[in-house]
């Protein structure tokens, strides 16, 4: 992997982290009982840990369970996960002075391993979310 590649599939990779957080958001947004937008703009400064914390006391509130502990329990890694990608790989890995490149190749599979795993949970809370939404609408009509 070159440093152009390496550029290419983090961006990917914080992209996922994002729509993982706007996912949650609209969870949270969802559950909180409150016109959408508003509980959307409850959330809108927070990050994606204090937002979980918030989803899982609308939970406990709304007595619905949304997330399940061992979702619970991935998400947890995946903001680990996307804490590290965010704020610390450019100064904790090592990379090649020549080519720019990531040096280790265990730094290069930690990324296609949490690519990998961010996809995963992208896609599970989109369903998540989705199934909340439709089931907003349905009680509204």
Known sequence: MNLREFRIAHSILIEHYQFIEMHLEGIYAALSGKHFYIGLKDVERYNANKIIKMIQEQERNSDKRVI??????????????????????????????????????????????????????????????????????????
Request: with cysteine; hydrophobic share 30%.
């Open 68 to 141: 399940s502990d061992s979702e619970y329990e991935d998400l947890k890694l995946v903001c680990l996960r996307r804490n590290y990608w965010t704020h610390n790989c450019y100064t904790n890995m090592v990379f090649d002075r020549k080519t720019g490149a990531p040096k280790n190749e265990t730094d290069v599979r930690q990324l296609h391993h949490d690519m990998r795993e961010a996809e995963k949970m992208r896609e599970h809370l989109y369903q998540k979310n989705f199934k909340l939404m439709r089931e907003m609408r349905d009680s509204i009509i």
